[in-house]
């Protein structure tokens, strides 16, 4: 039996001289994979048409503004929604760990499209009833559909990442938290200082994947009249009858969009040498 | 309170899990200095008196004392006591340093992390300070030059040092060992008996439940013997090794012998 030594962190490999680790990639077959990828990206830019593309620009760099903020802005309120979620399942007193588990398993249960019509449109003839909320400040908000889409994006974040915090509060070894019990920390310093830290970096793994499981329901706020990147994309469709163009361009946009957000994630994650 | 003030008196203490009563009267001082050895086998409930001792297990009966400070208790629906003042019970426990079996150190904090956590934290301590006198205590455990490592890159022997470290940072009235070196390989043992010896030599008071004898025999002042929830035997290593009385005893030794 070889020993295994469990000890010594995995050091990234040393890296190679330049000419080696080009080597892999100038085997005939990954040559040729190359050029055809090359072909296509040349045909797809001289054969095809995106004249419209400087009249749109400023629309599609809108849109994609939307996009993000809607993106960035529901992941976080959702995230913080997350946190008492999966805290409460794990420890707090019965009520509140149905309340939670109950608001989890229904919008984890129905699909997104139908949670934003409902509340869209529910919610939002509701409020229309009422004078006292037409006459209030918050009308010229509310009158809009971004708060709604924000809502909805927000509640299904929540629900989400709630049950994956949930398996991550419960997941931190007893030990750790009762080490910080042994030295007389309060309650409340114990969750701040060990549990929600370990917990936050066990869920950091699955962080990513959802942010970008989260930026892919995004284009569904188009359905209730936001002007989002994907909403952006239809209307250059409708405007000038071509199908290919805007959605390959849509395409190559959620792409960079999702690769980005794993580099920066994975880069965070690394940080933090996790436990075992 | 004078030096005769017992750093950890522990009357006539029960405890109960269920029906199964595991510990059924104890009673045990230890005074400034004493390094107390528990030893008994596996469910003598050696560990469990030890975890009661900073209320990480709650007696079902019985008092506990800190330097003269008896925990304020109350009862529970269920016939048990709980603590019944929770800063009472944090600042007794912020006297008290507790080494577990498993280490328990923080795997998200740095070595250095780890030790000065309680004393910036619980007891707000400047961190220049702290990091002064965690150096310090990092130096006497052997582990000066590991302080920017992280736990889960050091062996279980550096990792219990580390722990070491943590409680000595606190300066504690008494340290609180739970079978500090049972998780470890036996070729890292050593490492970690070296310096709570080097601590017990301090005259720092500690108790400590342990599986090896040799050790409990070279380092205690006085050695305690559990058997099923109760004091079987206790006295100095002298007569517990040499000249054990009760049968139980005596083939306990054997059988570790």
């Known amino acids: 039996m070889p020993d295994i030594d469990i000890v010594t962190p995995i050091h990234p490999a040393p890296a190679l001289p330049l000419r080696a680790r080009l080597a892999p990639l100038l085997m005939p077959h990954r040559l040729v994979m190359a050029a055809l990828a090359l072909a296509a990206l040349a045909a797809i830019v001289t054969q095809m048409n995106w004249s419209w593309l400087p009249v749109y620009l400023p629309k599609i760099g809108h849109g994609l503004l939307v996009t993000l903020v809607l993106l960035g802005s529901s992941v976080a309120a959702g995230f913080a929604l997350a946190l008492p979620l999966g805290a409460v399942q794990v420890t707090g007193p019965a009520p509140l760990r149905w309340l939670a588990n109950g608001f989890c398993t229904v919008i984890r249960g129905t699909p997104l499209l139908l949670q934003l019509w409902l509340i869209y449109y529910g919610l939002g003839a509701l409020f229309a009833q009422y004078p006292e909320i037409r006459a209030s400040w918050l009308w010229p908000y509310l009158r809009q559909a971004w708060p709604y889409g924000f809502l909805t994006l927000t509640l299904s974040f929540a629900a989400y990442q709630g049950e994956i915090m949930r398996g991550a509060f419960a997941g931190v070894p007893r030990g750790e938290l009762e080490a910080a019990r042994a030295f007389g920390m309060p309650r409340l310093m114990v969750f701040r200082r060990v549990w929600f830290p370990r917990a936050v970096h066990r869920a950091l793994p699955t962080l990513a994947g959802e942010i970008i499981l989260q930026l892919k329901a995004t284009p569904l706020v188009a359905t209730i009249t936001v002007t989002d990147l994907y909403a952006v994309i239809t209307r250059v469709r409708q405007d000038t009858f071509l199908t290919y163009e805007p959605l390959l361009l849509l395409i190559a946009i959620y792409l960079c969009l999702s690769g980005t957000l794993t580099i920066v994630l994975r880069w965070l994650e690394g940080r933090v040498p996790s436990g075992h | ?257």
């Open chain 2, 1 to 257: 309170m004078n030096d005769a003030t017992p750093a950890v008196e522990i009357r006539d203490l029960h405890k109960r899990f269920g029906r199964l009563e595991v510990l059924k009267g104890i009673s045990l001082t230890a005074r400034p200095g004493d390094v107390v050895a528990v030893i008994g086998g596996s469910g003598s409930g050696k560990s469990t008196m030890l975890r009661c001792i900073n209320m990480l297990e709650t007696p079902t009966a019985g008092d506990i004392a800190i330097h003269g400070e008896d925990y304020k208790m109350r009862a529970t629906r269920d016939g048990g006591l709980e603590p019944a003042d929770r800063k009472q019970l944090q600042r007794i426990r912020a006297q008290l340093g507790m080494v577990f079996q498993s280490f328990n150190l923080w795997p998200h904090r740095t070595v250095l992390g780890n030790v000065i956590e309680v004393p910036v934290q619980v007891m707000g301590l400047p961190r220049d300070e702290a990091v002064a006198r965690a150096r310090q205590v990092l130096d006497r455990v052997g582990l000066a030059a590991k302080e920017d490592a992280y736990p889960s890159q050091m062996s279980g022997g550096q990792q219990q040092r580390c722990a070491i470290a943590r409680v000595l940072a606190v300066e504690p009235l008494a340290m609180l060992f739970d079978e500090p070196t049972s998780a470890l390989d036996p070729e890292l043992v050593g490492e970690v008996l070296n310096v709570i010896r080097d601590l017990a030599s301090e005259k720092r008071t500690m108790i400590l439940v342990t599986h090896e004898m040799g050790f409990a025999r070279d380092v205690a002042s006085h050695v305690v013997y559990l058997k099923d929830g109760r004091i079987e035997e206790q006295g100095p290593p002298e007569q517990i090794f040499g000249d054990p009385r009760s049968p139980h005893l005596q083939q306990f030794i054997r059988s570790i012998a």
